[in-house]
Structure formats: structure tokens, C-alpha cells
């Protein structure tokens, strides 16, 4: 005989489950046992459930498996909410497990009594409680396989008198196949094609479900003769020795892509589902690529949709299409993208503030010499591995990078870049880590997100998890200012009363430095991920800095300067 948590943990570790995340508890404890017993499920054990489930869900990310995490009964499961979202927003396949009162007591608002299948029902495409063991393992079939059919999260809910009931139908699960890509109908090619042949500008905006396609997007460009703007998801698989690509649009986008963008007379949207309607040009006829037929339209007007996966699709359409372009359009997109990358690589020399123009401007928005968050990001991607794995916090940790890191080679990135929550990269990094030990993982937090969950900094300490995290410290909420003053609003209550965190690592068992001179920051850097173990580097950074959009309004212009100007006054 086998028990209900016997077999669910012996059906994930069959279907590939690596790692299982969560804290220990009560109900939990027939699962967590049976985990102890099995050698091919690592348990690691985590400070904040939250943490477990954005580590839980950047495996899925990973790897296109499931992640699993956990969490026991009420709150132990409501502290999985956040990192869940994250993993619905990026689509990623995550089930999560939670414990429940005992079955008798379920509805009789029993001590951490919490309706699980309430609470979890807008996150989750699947969930249930499973309440007898003969309902097993339709229900665990049911929940994998809708986790990775709807690329979601799925939530089993197993009371504490559950898990350790036998199942008489001790039959091995079977989780169905994953679906293969296949391509739109050849109408819907035709029609674009037809489109694209007519067309004299063409622009590319290209998001994460092209990663895949790398070759045919490319092949697509050229024949197009087409800049392809890339959103920050996509940068992973398209943006290394691509000589059509003009960065990203958006607020931590650049110029050149905005351009590339109002230029065109045709935007064919390949795999994204960028949010952000303001930065999509207008008057332009729209042609939009995804398998997902509920993201089509609902960010800009479309007026020929393409509903299947990218590669197929791609390969269909380029059989359709005309050559000879002019390359008149890509070249002043890739002319204007050069000049605005040798502006930025100014800002990221460690000399800049040393020369004339630099001292100037440091009057302004450097005055306590700090160093400029840019020469962090350069100096990362100088010398990470070819095939490191980033993740970065939300906020300027995540617009430094955008700029200043090329994924080259095999480097992968990740972020909560949908659900947009703080204090992700620390707990992304570490479910990176666990997958593979001697893969380079850099986490480049900022440090309102690290402390946000800073006890599971212990956590890469505990199971040897050797993350080089990176704290951008400025003392602020970076982005909230930015926004406050944008708006005309001075900076208020973004200033962050940090301790030292290079000595709060150090006392957490991580090996920890504290740079603050911009001369030493490289060879920190290049030291650090030098070292074996968990490392932290403290980069006390310039809380000034400014990032500007590739298009400022007037109206921002002028909320900046008030808002400056109320703050010097307030200061005086």
C-alpha cells in the first residue's frame, strides 16, 4: 500500500521534480516526511513561503517544468500569494500544495482554518482539496496537468489526516503529454504576407514566446529589411549578435526604439503581450503573432491576427514573402541605437564623474561622489559568466540592467517583470541556484527588496546555494521616487534607514564587501564572482540618478523641475 503523500511525491519526482520549497508544519508533515524518503526531490526549506514560491516559479521559468512549492495550513499558505501571482502573470507552470485542518473540522472555523479553494481561486487555474484518498491520483493528474497545459499555477489542498490515508488504487499517475507547437492557419498567413509584401516600413516588436525562434526572426527581419524592438523578456534568446535589434520601448526603453516604432507603416507583434498602450505608435496597421488567442488586440488595435506559436508561423511566412527591401528604415533605427549606446557607455566609466562635463553634472545629481549605478550593471556584464543567470528586482535594478547587460552567449533572465512585486530577485536567484550548483546566479537586488525578505539570504547559507547577490544601494525606493517627482510630487517616504548590509550578510553567514569607492567597484566585482559560496556585495550607489524615458512629455519635464525645486527649498 501506498499513502495519498507517498504517491504524490513519487509522481513528481517520475514527472522530473527537482526541489520542493516551503516551511514544515503540521499538515504538511505525511508530505515533507515522504519528500525525507524519496532521493530524487531536494527539500529546502525556506524563511518565507513567499520566497518559495518565487523560487518555486523560477524553475518553472527555467526549465518549461513543473515547479512545486508549499505551504501549511492558513497562514503558511496565504504567504504563498504573491510569488504565485508572479508565476500566473509570467505563465509558469507551478503547483503548489498547501495543507488543511482536519477533514471533521473543515467549515467550522477551526484554529488557521482558511477556505483554500476560495482563496486561491483567482491565482489558480486548478483548485481543489482533495478529501478522500480514492479521489487520488485523479486529482493530482488533474492539477499537473492543468498547470502545464494553462502554463499556471494549480493548487492541491491535502488536510493533515489526508496525506497519510492509503489509496487503494495505488496505480502510478500519468500526466499528459505537452501540447507541440503548431503553426496559424494558412489564411491567416496569407493575409499577412499580402500585407507585408505591400509594406514600405516595417518594425518588429518582439517579446518572450519568440525566444525560441531566434533563427526564423531573424531571417524575418531581413528579408523585411526591419529594426526589431525587443521587450526585456526577449532579451535572453534575441538580443546577443543581432544586428537588427534597437533595445526596448517603454519606460526603460531608449529613443531609437520609440522611433523605430512611430516610423513604421506596419508593427508585427511576435509573441508579446507587451502592457504598456502609450508606447505603442498610433495609425499603424498591427499584425499580431501569439498562441494565446486572448492576448490578441488587447493592448493595441489589430488588424490581422496570427494565432499559433512563432516558430511554424514564421517559417510559413517567410515562404510567402518578397525580397529586395530597402534597408533605408533599419539603418536610421540602427544609426540612432549606436549614438544612444555610446552616450550610455559614458555614463557606465567609472571616470566619467572626472571629466569636465561629468563634475558638472555631479554638481547637480552627484554631489556625495557615490557610485553611479551604471558602472554596476557594466562591470557585471564584463564579467559574468557567458552563460550566468540574472534576476533583478523590480524598479532601477532592473532598468540599469536592461541597459548595460548584453545576454550573450547562453545567459538567461528573470524578473518579476508581469506581476511587478518587490523583493523577487533574492528568492528567483536561489530557485536558479538549486538547479544547478555550479552555474554562475546573480541576483541584482535593490535594497528595499532584499530587506523586504531578507531572512531567506540564510537560505542560500543553509543549502549551499552559491548566489552572488548584488545590492543597489541607494537608502531609496528608486523608482517610487523617480515616479513622485515625475509627477511634480518631492520625494517622500522612499528614504530607507538601511544598516550596514554588507555586515548584516556577514553575520548571516555570507561573505560580504561594502564598495563605495566607484576605482575599486570592478575588481569587487570580478572578485566576488570569483569566490566560492553565497556573496554579497554592498554598492552604495547614487540615490540621484536619473533614468529617462525615451520620450518626456513636457508635462514630466515640468513636474521634474518642480519637484526639484520644492525639495531644495524643503532641504534649505
Known sequence: MTTVAEQIVDALSQHKVTTAWGVVGDALNPITDAIRRNDEIEWIGVRHEEAAAFAAGAQAQLTGRLGVCMGTVGPGSVHL???????????????????????????????????NDVLFSDVAVFAHTVTAASQMPYLLEQAVNAAMAEEGVAVLTVPGDVGSLDVENARRPQFAPYAAPAAAPDVQVSAAADVLNEAENVTLLVGMGARDARGEVLELA?????????????????????????????????????????????????????????????????????????????????????????????????????????????????????????????????????????????????????????????????????????????????????????????????????????????????????????????ACCGDGGLMMLLGDLRTAVTYGLPVKFVVHNNGRLGMVKLEQEEGGLPEFGTELDNPNIAEVATAMGVKSTRVTDPDSLDDAVREALDTDGPVLLDVVTNPDEVSLPPKVTPAEAWGFAIAKSTEFIESA
Not at 82 to 111: E, R
Not at 269 to 290: A, C, E, S
Not at 322 to 335: V, Y
Request: net charge neutral.
Open 222 to 442: 531581413e528579408r523585411l529589411q526591419s529594426p526589431m524592438v525587443v521587450t526585456l523578456k526577449a532579451k535572453e534568446g534575441l538580443e546577443k549578435d543581432n544586428p537588427y535589434q534597437v533595445g526596448q520601448t517603454g519606460l526603460i526603453g531608449n529613443p531609437a526604439a520609440a522611433k523605430a516604432l512611430d516610423d513604421a507603416d506596419v508593427l508585427v507583434m511576435l509573441g508579446t503581450d507587451f502592457p504598456y498602450r502609450n508606447w505603442y505608435p498610433k495609425d499603424k496597421t498591427v499584425i499580431q503573432l501569439d498562441n494565446r488567442i486572448e492576448h490578441i488586440g488587447r493592448r493595441v488595435g489589430v488588424q490581422h491576427s496570427l494565432v499559433g506559436h512563432v516558430q511554424p508561423t514564421v517559417k510559413e511566412l517567410l515562404k510567402r514573402l518578397a525580397g529586395d527591401r530597402s534597408a533605408k528604415h533599419l539603418e536610421k533605427a540602427r544609426k540612432s541605437f549606436a549614438t544612444w549606446q555610446k552616450h550610455q557607455n559614458k555614463l557606465a566609466d567609472p571616470d566619467h564623474d572626472d571629466s569636465i562635463l561629468g563634475k558638472i553634472r555631479s554638481i547637480g545629481d552627484n554631489p556625495d561622489e557615490r557610485i553611479r549605478p551604471e558602472i554596476v550593471a557594466a562591470a557585471l556584464h564584463e564579467h559574468a559568466a557567458s552563460d550566468a543567470i540574472f534576476t533583478t528586482d523590480t524598479g532601477m535594478s532592473t532598468v540599469w540592467l536592461s541597459r548595460f547587460v548584453t545576454m550573450t552567449g547562453d545567459r538567461r533572465l528573470l524578473g518579476s517583470y508581469n506581476l511587478g512585486s518587490m523583493a523577487n530577485a533574492m528568492p528567483q536567484a536561489l530557485g536558479a541556484q538549486a538547479l544547478d550548483r555550479h552555474r554562475q546566479v546573480i
Open 81 to 115: 500569494l504573491n510569488g504565485l501571482y508572479d508565476a500566473k502573470k509570467s505563465h509558469a507552470p507551478v503547483l503548489a500544495i498547501c495543507g488543511q485542518v482536519p477533514t471533521p473540522d473543515i467549515g467550522s472555523d477551526f484554529f488557521q482554518e482558511v477556505n
